[in-house]
């Protein structure tokens, strides 16, 4: 199929279509005249892609990981392996720590808003807030 046809089926731009494509997510065949001609299983590869993406996966993981999988959507389902697998707990483990720094900065600040806020609060007129 042409790339259109495959931007019309996935609902993804030909621009955005050609970039899966630069960065190997994607792998058309060229005719003779240049244009790509993408198989069929290119549809479920770019819905795989694009479920990755919304996990929060970089396409340098995805091009390492999407050959583990197969289906798309709600069937999605990874093939047993052990370095995926591996891949997989790291990044976990990677947005784990990310979010725990933000939720210890978060309290922090909640605590800071909710001591100023406290009526009463001592002000002695020189304190304000930094633009």
Excluded: W
């Excluded at 005249?33 to 694009?50: I, K, T």
């Excluded at 996990?55 to 340098?60: I, K, M």
């Excluded at 050959?67 to 997989?88: H, K, M, Q, W, Y």
């Excluded at 707990?89 to 001591?115: G, M, N, P, V």
């Amino acid at each position: 199929m042409k790339i259109g046809t495959l931007s019309l089926r996935t609902g993804v731009s030909t621009r955005l279509l050609r970039y899966y494509e630069q960065q190997g997510l994607l792998h058309p065949h060229r005719e003779a005249n240049g244009y790509r001609s993408y198989p069929e299983g290119s549809v479920e590869r770019v819905e795989q892609v694009r479920d990755l993406l919304k996990a929060g996966l970089s396409t340098q993981i995805i091009r390492d990981i999407v050959p583990c999988f197969t289906g798309s959507g709600e069937t999605l389902r990874p093939i047993a392996d052990p370095v995926l697998a591996a891949n997989l707990a790291h990044e976990l483990t990677d947005i784990q720590r990310r979010i725990d720094a933000l939720t210890d900065k978060r309290d922090a600040i909640r605590s800071y808003f909710e001591a100023a806020a406290m009526p009463g609060a001592a002000s002695d007129g020189g304190c304000t807030a930094a633009s």
